[in-house]
């Protein structure tokens, strides 16, 4: 019985932790982007393969 003074102070501050790194990763932007990162697996970086990166996709605007 005793264990659990010490295991519930542990597991409170674990949980205080954790809500407290989710509320700074959420201000400093980390989950701004949810469309890109499934779409990154689509293509091709250069690796193992030599596969060359692809080009960076434009808006359709010409500015040569």
């Given at each position: 019985m005793s264990v659990i003074y010490v295991l519930l102070p542990v597991a409170v501050?674990?949980?205080?932790?954790?809500?407290?790194?989710?509320v700074w990763a959420t201000r400093t932007g980390q989950f701004d982007d949810v469309s890109t990162p499934p779409l990154?697996?689509?293509?091709?970086?250069?690796?193992?393969?030599?596969?060359?990166?692809?080009e960076p996709a434009t808006d359709g605007k010409d500015r040569t």
């Open positions: 501050l674990m949980a205080m932790a954790f809500v407290a790194l989710f990154r697996v689509l293509f091709d970086e250069e690796g193992a393969n030599g596969a060359e990166k692809p």
